[in-house]
């Protein structure tokens, strides 16, 4: 089992910049893929970003592209998502999910273990 906990979430203005972490506990973490999801204010979650087991390989959102970077450290078993340049439609809660093999999609779905969630509001 991965559990996961997710923490750096907060209130930035726009064109600052958060980095969120993603502690994970279990001996599984560096064989699972690992993905950033997020749900906007009334609605639904939505993909961010995905990265593979080694961190060798990386995927992004369109909206998030250029902007956000997902990365790992498979020694500390802790994700990030380092997102520069927020835009106020980044406002959401942000979960990190642990995907069930070594290379994720982005389906939802496939992903069997979510942290509990942390907000970032970006204010105009």
């Known amino acids: 089992q991965v559990p996961l906990v997710e923490s750096g979430g907060g209130l930035v203005q726009v064109g600052g910049s958060l980095r969120l972490s993603c502690a994970a506990s279990?001996?599984?973490?560096?064989?699972?893929?690992m993905g950033w999801f997020r749900q906007p204010p009334g609605k639904e979650r939505e993909f961010v970003a995905k990265?593979?087991?080694?961190?060798?390989?990386?995927d992004y959102a369109d909206s998030v592209k250029g902007r956000f970077t997902i990365s790992r450290d498979n020694v500390k078993n802790t994700l990030y998502l380092q997102m520069n340049n927020l835009k106020p439609e980044d406002t959401a809660v942000y979960y990190c999910?642990?995907?069930?093999?070594?290379?994720?999609?982005?389906?939802?779905?496939?992903?069997?273990?979510w942290g509990q969630g942390t907000q970032v509001t970006v204010s105009s």
């Open positions: 279990g001996r599984t973490f560096s064989e699972n893929a």
């Open positions: 999910a642990a995907h069930r093999w070594a290379y994720a999609g982005r389906d939802q779905g496939d992903y069997d273990y």
């Open positions: 990265i593979s087991y080694g961190g060798g390989s990386t």
